[in-house]
Structure formats: structure tokens, C-alpha cells
T-cell receptor, first 114, second 113 residues
Framework: ETGVTQTPRHLVMGMTNKKSLKCEQH?????MYWYKQSAKKPLELMFV???????ENNSVPSRFSPECPNSSHLFLHLHTLQPEDSALYLC?????????????FGSGTQLSVL | AQTVTQSQPEMSVQEAETVTLSCTYD???????LFWYKQPPSRQMILVIR??????QNATENRFSVNFQKAAKSFSLKISDSQLGDTAMYFC??????????FGKGTRLHILP
């Protein structure tokens, strides 16, 4: 266990549904991240939060809406997704947002959009 | 643009053998950071080893070591005395001074009993 917990582990949703992914870290870290892992593609960074403030949005469509109420919790709200959004969504945290920081990952949410 | 290439999509080796996973990258920067992450079937990515580009000495973590060739922009991972628990996807990653981390597509490694 890396100290980063993601729920749910699996999620199937229709294109008109609204759902949320949850990430919680018990490591006292200040930075949290959302990554998208699609089959046969490199891991893609989606969002970065540092001390609860969003510091990075890598041109992610607005149908993905992140929320970071405190340094321990990170959500990804999903609305009107497309089938191509089906992927493994990984949450990660690090002590701080620095170049040498080690990332701690959760086990991900495997999302299927029908 | 900075890129990371892992040319071996999949590999299989016998338990206790040594295996080397290749990684090349492209950058015009002189100082950066390189990582190898492991993703077992549990899906939880774990840092295996990391290397700072300005350090010439190759990093080592127990059975894991790297061969860092800066001029060739190569960063291979060597796993010695491979174990069944080493079965996983291995991702090479590059991070520049702007904190942008770029991952390769991964190599799926099977350790056979």
C-alpha cells in the first residue's frame, strides 16, 4: 500500500450520467495529481493541485471537473463523457510540487463509458 | 518536444535471470531527472529507481540498477536475479526543470517460473 486510496475501483457509466472519482492520501502530502492511462498510450497528466490550489490543467475537456477541498482529498467529477474517455484514472500525491518529488500512486479507477 | 521511447512492448524471462529494459529520450536540456516506475497487476504504480542527469554514477536499488548514457540519451533498467513479483508493466519517465513529467508507453515484463 502506498497510502493513496482511490474509489471506486471500477465504474461503468452511460454518456449522460454524472459520477465522481475519489482519491484520498494519508501521507501528509501537499500536492495531488490526476493521470489518465489509456491502452497503448503514455500516461497523461490531467490536473495538478498544490496546497489545494489548481496549478496545472493540461487542456482537459470541461466534462472533467476536478475538486480539491483539502490537501488530503481529490475528486474528479465526470459529466457527459464520451466512449473515448474510457481509461484507467490514476491519482497520485507527492510531498511537494518539486522536480525531485517521488510520486505515490493509488490503484486507479477503471472507467468504462458506454 | 521531449519524448520518451520504450522500444520493447513486451518481454519474458525465466526466474533468476537478468533482464534489461531499454528507454531512450529526447531533450535539449542539460539537467533533468529520469525515473523507472513499476505497475504490477494491482495497478498501483511504484517508483523503482531515479537518476539525476548531472550525476554520472548510475543509480542502484538492491536488484535494480540503471545504465545511464547521457550522450546517447539512454536510460536502461537492469533487473538482476529476477523474481516472480517483478512481473509488471515498467514505465520510463523523464522530468524537466519545469516539473513536467513525461512517461513512455511501457514495457510489459513477464517473469516465468
Amino acid at each position: 500500500e502506498t497510502g493513496v486510496t482511490q474509489t471506486p475501483r471500477h465504474l461503468v457509466m452511460g454518456m449522460t450520467n454524472k459520477k465522481s472519482l475519489k482519491c484520498e492520501q494519508h501521507l501528509g502530502h501537499n500536492a495531488m495529481y490526476w493521470y489518465k492511462q489509456s491502452a497503448k498510450k503514455p500516461l497523461e497528466l490531467m490536473f495538478v493541485y498544490n496546497f489545494k490550489e489548481q496549478t496545472e490543467n493540461n487542456s482537459v475537456p470541461s466534462r472533467f471537473s476536478p475538486e480539491c477541498p483539502n490537501s488530503s482529498h481529490l475528486f474528479l467529477h465526470l459529466h457527459t463523457l464520451q466512449p473515448e474517455d474510457s481509461a484507467l484514472y490514476l491519482c497520485a500525491s507527492s510531498q511537494d510540487r518539486g522536480v525531485w518529488e517521488k510520486l505515490f500512486f493509488g490503484s486507479g479507477t477503471q472507467l468504462s463509458v458506454l | 518536444a521531449q519524448t520518451v521511447t520504450q522500444s520493447q512492448p513486451e518481454m519474458s524471462v525465466q526466474e533468476a535471470e537478468t533482464v534489461t529494459l531499454s528507454c531512450t529520450y529526447d531533450t535539449s536540456e542539460s539537467n533533468y531527472y529520469l525515473f523507472w516506475y513499476k505497475q504490477p497487476p494491482s495497478r498501483q504504480m511504484i517508483l523503482v529507481i531515479r537518476q539525476e542527469a548531472y550525476k554520472q554514477q548510475n543509480a542502484t536499488e538492491n536488484r535494480f540498477s540503471v545504465n545511464f548514457q547521457k550522450a546517447a540519451k539512454s536510460f536502461s533498467l537492469k533487473i538482476s536475479d529476477s523474481q516472480l513479483g517483478d512481473t509488471a508493466m515498467y514505465f520510463c519517465a523523464f522530468m524537466n526543470r519545469d516539473d513536467k513529467i513525461i512517461f513512455g508507453k511501457g514495457t510489459r515484463l513477464h517473469i516465468l517460473p
